[in-house]
């Protein structure tokens, strides 16, 4: 199950452009990388280093839980004026919760960052995720940061750099996440890089997990604000894994000019489906690499009387336990499908509501129609789980992704704290 | 784990009224009971009968979920002028979402027992829970029915009879849950008689479960419906097992005047109070055999603006998955805690938040502070685990109630309806 396949459906129309290797490294004047730090363990890599050898002008989307950490704090700050040079990032502690001691160990941290890399700290983003209410072990941190950018220095942005960066930024996550892609235009090349990271407390409404964009195209802050949160609207806010909405989530995006282009108005099209291709991916391997997750979901929603309503019923049946379970149960129990979106807060007459698992249609008009037991059976002994509502409502769609509920998932979280 | 006892706290002031034995059958002229009619399992009492030897006032609450059973709908019709005599209710099968085979299914259930007890079809209340989206076996639900009605007329509605029905109507449940008591006035006595059924599928939002009250007090329909709303608020809907909430929910009150006694305004206060005790005990029970769950979990928040966000608070905390499977591992983890009470979209400052495991202070203004693990741990060892929030924003609190995640909860609906 744990890999870093596209998954299902991913027919996104590739046009100019097209995936490549390299992480965040991918476009050119980035240099990222990841060390081991023993910040919570002391074998994990655990510090992780994203530089921009000019300032960039960047863009961010947070969590809208109340209660923010203190690093998101702080980057909010950082990024009022549109522009960044450097992110730093810890995993195993979220510094969050802790009061001032957490406040002044996110500035520490931008500050080290900034005096190792030559830049401004006020340039300088943070992110941290573990867990919460632990003061930051800063002096461990702080040598972490050190190690991290003589490395990082020393090195030409290697993809190899880009995964230690991946790998550093995990927390239960069982594999890295990253992507990148090109965009091939007459005046030349435009790339894409991002790494993410996340597998439990994963929630629509932001925050989901922790997301870094770089991109070499030259890019005002104020239109890559738009660009990612609209990106994040339709990837990363379709993530549900246990319906917890962390204190710590943020998607970043740098966009340094270094590839020298501009994009046209239809340029500017292609990157952005680049873009969304980007997120999406991230996304769904975030929700393949659920916590306990044996089993991949991807909910469809076709036919909604508008987007709200089908991203509301997708994300719905998508958190459902009672679908989860079903899911890992391999029970075709369409009726907990039909009864989460009926709770979604949605519009629709659930008298015209058909419902396939697979290829398999369950329910016509919102009744079960006498479907092949060993069919759907086989449908869901896949790892890769493809749930489609069909409303009749009108012409609106969203697709959402999650994975199943697990022993697994009860192991994990009964103990992760101790 | 699974017993009745009356779980933390209940300190219900008790005023002129007492906890009785007698269940729905404890109030003067009702007579309930329950057989085995071979819904779904060959030997499980799966049919109950309500019956009141007067027409009685009714009352009920229902499910928002925008798919509704068959059963719900009839009775939300029946209960149009405010009256009825009798109460079907059947497990095994949820009769919803099976189209017009489910809403003939239903009238028929009320026909069947309307002619048994010779009342008029339309005083007869219909209640389902089960498996969502299959055919009602029609033939053995009416001799069910046939047999249910025979044993009731020939018996003296005993608490031996209530009990039979408080366990007809069980699904996963693992006891059956019932509840009386007697308020003394000059006048005389009023009874209060009770049972619910609910373990999967419950979550705020009303819904939530089957529960049935009876009482021989003398209250019009209009006064009974708002008493019923006001402590199912209170009560039912402050219970979260997993998050769903069913197609088949609801809580229906009958006051069939048998006592004779109409309460003055000080009388009527004390049985408000009687009202809301027994929902409270019924939602606790509710929680307490939430599925596969090993902890019964109680949060209160105090302290907060106003009750919505009180409400908004318990509820988000008590539904946490990532809170369920900390308490399920007996993790101190006040974090997760904190978190669930920033993404409830209550309005609070969560820099003046304290935290109380048990009677541990873990957080005091938003930060953790220097508990002792050990006393933490010993508080978590409990079967029943209290965690309370002050908030210092105003004077509204609000309860709410839940369990663990555990390995037992995936596993059983992993395999419910195969």
């Given at each position: 199950m744990k890999n870093t396949s596209q998954g299902l459906?991913?027919?996104?129309?590739q046009g100019k452009w097209s995936w490549i290797q390299g992480?965040?490294?991918?476009?050119?004047?980035f240099k990222a990388t990841g060390v081991?730090?023993?910040?919570?363990?002391?074998d994990k890599y655990d510090l992780a280093l994203i530089y921009s050898e000019v300032k960039a002008q960047g863009a961010g989307v947070y969590t809208r839980?109340?209660?923010?950490a203190h690093p998101l704090l702080l980057t909010m700050k950082h990024l009022e004026n549109g522009s960044a040079q450097a992110i730093v990032i810890n995993s195993?502690?979220?510094?969050?919760?802790?009061?001032e001691a957490g406040d002044e160990a996110a500035w520490l941290m931008a500050e080290k960052t900034a005096q190792m890399l030559g830049?401004?700290?006020?340039e300088v983003l943070v992110a941290s995720t573990g867990v919460i209410g632990e003061k930051m072990p800063l002096d461990r941190v702080e040598k972490g940061i050190e190690k991290a950018a003589t490395q990082l220095l020393q090195s030409n942005g290697t993809m190899e750099d880009a995964h230690l960066g991946a790998l550093a930024i995990?927390?239960?996550?069982t594999v890295p996440k990253e992507a990148a892609c090109e965009l091939r235009i007459e005046e030349g090349v435009v790339r894409l890089g991002a790494m993410a990271k996340g597998s439990g407390?994963?929630?629509?409404?932001?925050?989901t997990m922790l997301g870094f964009i770089t991109t070499d195209a030259m890019i005002p802050a104020d239109d890559l604000q738009v660009l990612l949160r609209e990106a994040v609207e339709d990837s990363?806010?379709?993530?549900?894994?246990?319906g917890d909405t962390s204190t710590n989530d943020m998607v970043l995006a740098l966009a340094n000019g270094q590839s020298g282009i501009s994009l046209n108005e239809e340029d500017w099209q292609e990157f952005r489906q680049m873009f969304f291709a980007v997120c999406k991916k991230l996304a769904q391997d975030i929700a393949r690499d659920?916590?306990?997750?044996s089993k991949f979901i991807q909910v469809q929603v076709e036919g909604a009387g508008n987007i709200e309503d089908a991203r509301k019923i997708a994300k719905s049946i998508c958190g459902s336990s009672l679908v989860k379970t079903a899911i890992f149960g391999e029970d075709a129990n369409w009726g907990r499908i039909l009864a989460a979106a009926g709770y979604s807060g949605a519009e629709f007459d659930p008298e015209k509501v058909d419902i396939y698992l697979g290829s398999v249609l369950v329910a016509r008009a919102g009744q079960g129609v006498n479907f092949s037991e060993e069919e759907a059976k086989k449908a869901l002994m896949n790892k890769d789980i493809n749930i489609r509502v069909v409303l009749r409502e009108g012409e609106a769609q969203a697709t959402a992704w999650g994975c199943d509920l697990t022993h697994e998932y009860v192991t994990i979280n009964g103990s992760y704290r101790t």
């Open positions: 459906n991913n027919k996104d129309s992480g965040v490294n991918a476009p050119q004047g081991k730090g023993k910040i919570r363990y002391s839980n109340k209660v923010k195993g502690n979220a510094n969050a919760c802790v009061g830049v401004d700290p006020e995990m927390t239960t996550d407390m994963i929630h629509p409404n932001m925050g990363f806010n379709m993530v549900t894994v246990d659920g916590e306990g997750a």
